[in-house]
Every structure is written in structure tokens, then in C-alpha cells.
């Protein structure tokens, strides 16, 4: 069963603010500042547009690619693109990411709060997918929940158990489970390069990088 996401996509941002305030948009744009220079971006499951417009506002050399399954969450993704005048610089896939065949060469790719409705092994599938289709250095931010270690892990993993109970009746969703999605990046060739937590960890943003020549040093926060 695929997840509708259609139903909650006009309260999304609204459901987000009653649950986490400004922490999840804070997690969202956090590496904006460290991708001013890309030019082509691969966004998949970017909801109802609010990194993707403040994206191209800030890289105005930039075209990007939006994948959502959901087709209101696209209009409303594109009514944002619409509102700063970047109609022109995006291009919108109605298609499920699990099934993506992409054609085009990225070096920005960014999935903010996606991989956690995916199971490891679809993360896996995507990360091979998208690995020949990404030029030397490029990036990819991923945006998500985590259970930390240590006593911030047991309300981390109730709230986790809640939000995925929460989007299962809304929605659908099927997956159940945090996949191991930095084991899927590691196998496809990508290497963390910087992470930042938020709410004790149950929160972060991190920086992957491919083809990296020399193996840079994590950033620590």
C-alpha cells in the first residue's frame, strides 16, 4: 500500500508547528550556507516547498528537480517556485521515489524528512539509483529523526513510535522503523562530511559527499 499523502498536505505545516514549533525548518535550511554554489539539485519528498523555494531564491544559476508522490504537495510546492519568480528553473516529477529512474547529473541532492517513510534496503535502492547520477563532489543533505543513545533514547523512540503510528492512520504509511540509511550511503560511496543535532539528538542535519578526494574531517557542534 503506498502512503496518500495528499490528505494532510494543506495542514502540513501547521501539524509540524503544533508538534515541533520552528525545530523542524530550523533542521531544514541549516546547510543552505553550504551549498551557494550547485547548480543542479534533485529534491525528492520535499512536502509543500518551503526549503526548495528558499533554495532557489538563494542560487539563482541553480535548476532543480522535485519528486513527490503526492500531487497537492507539488502544487503547493510550485506556487512557492511561482511566488519568487523560478517557474523557469523547475522541473516537477509526480512519481513514487522507491520507482525513480533519473536521467539527468546532479550535484545537490536533498531529502528532508523522507528517508524515515523508506525501509533500509529502499534507501539502499535509491542510494544505487542515484549514485551514477551524481557528479564528482557532490552532495547530499538528508534531514531526519534519530533515536540518540543514552536517556534522551527513550522519549526519542516514543516519539518516534507516535509520529509513525500518527502517519499510519493519516496517511497510510506503512513503515514502521528508522531505516539505517547511513549504511546505504556509505555502500553507494558517499562520506559524511558534517552533522548537527537538535533536541538532544533526536533531531539532525547532515552533509554527504561523493567522489571526495581526501577524506575530510567531521565538523563536531
Known amino acids: 500500500m503506498t502512503a496518500n499523502f495528499d490528505r494532510i498536505a ?3 505545516r501547521w501539524l509540524e508547528y503544533l508538534s515541533f514549533g520552528r525545530v523542524l525548518e530550523r533542521c531544514r535550511f541549516y546547510q543552505l550556507d553550504h551549498i551557494r554554489d550547485r547548480r543542479d539539485a534533485l529534491v525528492i519528498g520535499d512536502g509543500d516547498g518551503r ?3 528558499r533554495l532557489l531564491r538563494q542560487n539563482p544559476q541553480m535548476h532543480a528537480e522535485a519528486v513527490d508522490l503526492s500531487p497537492v504537495m507539488l502544487n503547493l510546492l510550485a ?3 511561482a511566488a519568487i519568480n523560478a517557474s523557469d528553473r523547475l522541473t516537477v516529477h509526480c512519481e513514487d ?3 525513480l529512474s533519473p536521467s539527468g547529473k546532479y550535484d545537490l541532492v536533498a531529502t528532508h524528512f523522507f528517508l524515515d517513510c523508506l525501509t533500509t534496503e529502499e534507501v539502499r535502492t535509491l542510494a544505487e539509483r542515484l549514485r551514477p547520477h551524481l557528479v564528482s563532489g557532490a552532495v547530499w543533505i ?3 529523526f534519530a533515536i540518540p543513545r543514552g536517556a534522551a533514547g527513550l522519549p526519542a523512540r516514543a516519539i518516534v513510535s507516535f509520529l509513525y503510528t500518527a502517519f499510519r492512520l ?3 504509511l506503512q513503515v514502521n522503523s528508522l531505516p539505517r540509511y547511513d549504511e546505504a550511503l556509505k555502500e553507494a560511496g558517499l562520506s559524511l562530511t558534517d552533522r548537527r543535532e537538535w533536541l538532544g539528538g533526536m533531531l ?3 552533509l554527504w559527499q561523493a567522489e571526495a578526494t581526501d577524506q575530510p574531517q567531521l565538523k563536531s557542534h
Open 170 to 172: 493519516l496517511t497510510g
Open 10 to 12: 494543506r495542514a502540513y
Open 97 to 99: 521515489a522507491r520507482e
Open 79 to 81: 506556487e512557492r517556485a
Open 142 to 144: 538528508v534531514s531526519d
Open 51 to 53: 526549503f526548495l523555494a
Open 204 to 206: 539532525f542535519s547532515e
